[in-house]
């Protein structure tokens, strides 16, 4: 095993927390939108977790799958795959009836020049979903966009915050997650609208794009100049862990880091790592698209990868050449232009 393998065994492994919230969760997990960024790792953390457990649970991961040879690679790891686009109705309802969803599907980048389709994909899917899935238990991956931007001493926007998004992409995933409340309302549906932001893994997030950012000497923008960040292997664990909270009406919940993070320090930490000054354009404002999370950490616990050791891991990664995944996260955007 190679440095790379083991750094991503180490923290990307399942909790014992995890491992025990599983014999609590009745019934197969099927994961809706298994592709992209998120979707492996959740359903290799899913499977990882019921085999420590000892369970007999299907995982199934449902997606286009357009990246080669992700099917394979999940096959042969006991995942169930099948390849569907279930914006096709006839390809959703042939889906099988699964006690558990995580619902990772929808569209972010490219919401600018093709709003017709992020519309379809975040607002008008999630009721066919929902309708399908009635009587299922749903965790709904949402995000922080729905808030508006809040002073960076308020500690971030609560789960009893007005929403009011900024631009479509964030409209839309409103509308997704209106969608849901609705059904849950009708149907008594247990579902949980999972709002997320911004999840940090090896290959992607806020801190890599930083990192690359001060390793290349190129300026960084600092007016969006706080974030919060959680690594992608606990918010993962999280989302799997919350099907144990859904609820009717609808459940919220925050997931992010506790920190509110300075972009700046940010930086300069990555420049110590790096021995290199950072560079910076633009002035930090007043507010930023901040959460505060305080209410999943009651659930679940702080946190298992603190922020020191986020950098760590990032800047580590990105020295040794690992792969990265060129999908950059727009954290700086301030008009919801994605």
């Keep these: 095993m190679n440095g790379m393998q083991s750094l991503e065994e180490q923290w990307l492994s399942p909790s014992e927390a995890l491992v025990e919230d599983m014999k609590r969760i009745d019934g197969d997990i099927m994961i809706l939108?298994?592709?992209?960024k998120i979707g492996p790792s959740i359903a290799r953390l899913t499977m990882q977790a019921i085999e420590?457990?000892?369970?007999?649970?299907?995982?199934?991961?449902?997606?286009?799958?357009?990246?080669?040879?992700?099917?394979?690679?999940?096959?042969?790891?006991?995942?169930?795959?099948?390849?569907?686009?279930?914006l096709d109705d006839t390809q959703l309802q042939d889906l099988p009836e699964v006690e558990n969803i995580l619902y990772l599907a929808g569209q972010k980048f490219g919401t600018s020049s093709n709003e017709p389709y992020t519309w379809?994909?975040?607002?008008?899917?999630?009721?066919?979903?929902?309708?399908?899935?009635?009587?299922?238990?749903?965790?709904?991956?949402?995000?922080?966009?729905v808030y508006p931007f809040t002073p960076v001493g308020s500690g971030g926007a609560t789960e009893e915050m007005r929403t009011d998004p900024v631009g479509e992409y964030g409209q839309s995933c409103l509308g997704r997650e209106r969608?849901?409340?609705?059904?849950?309302?009708?149907?008594g549906t247990p579902i949980l609208l999972y709002r997320l932001n911004y999840a940090i893994d090896f290959k992607y997030g806020v801190l890599l794009e930083?990192?690359?950012?001060?390793?290349?000497?190129?300026?960084?923008?600092?007016?969006?100049?706080h974030v919060n960040v959680i690594w992608q292997g606990d918010a993962n664990e999280m989302a799997i862990r919350s099907l144990l909270h859904c609820e009717s009406p609808s459940k919220v919940l925050n997931i992010t880091g506790p920190e509110t993070v300075s972009l700046r320090w940010l930086a300069q930490e990555f420049g110590r790592i790096f021995n290199t000054e950072p560079q910076f354009k633009g002035e930090e404002q007043p507010t930023a698209l901040l959460s505060n999370a305080a209410e999943s950490f009651r659930l679940?616990?702080?946190?298992?990868?603190?922020l020191k050791q986020m950098i760590g891991i990032t800047a580590q990664w990105l020295?040794?050449?690992g792969k990265t995944i060129n999908k950059p996260t727009h954290f700086q955007e301030r008009k919801g232009e994605f």
């Design 179 to 187: 969608m849901f409340q609705y059904f849950s309302s009708v149907y």
């Design 52 to 86: 420590r457990a000892g369970l007999d649970k299907r995982v199934i991961a449902v997606s286009r799958f357009s990246e080669e040879g992700l099917v394979e690679q999940l096959n042969a790891e006991g995942i169930q795959t099948i390849v569907a686009n279930i």
């Design 319 to 321: 020295l040794e050449g």
């Design 33 to 36: 939108g298994a592709g992209g």
């Design 120 to 145: 379809a994909m975040n607002t008008y899917l999630p009721g066919r979903v929902a309708e399908k899935f009635r009587k299922s238990r749903i965790v709904v991956y949402s995000t922080g966009n």
């Design 300 to 306: 679940f616990g702080y946190p298992r990868t603190t």
């Design 210 to 225: 930083v990192a690359k950012s001060v390793l290349n000497g190129k300026p960084l923008d600092v007016a969006m100049g």
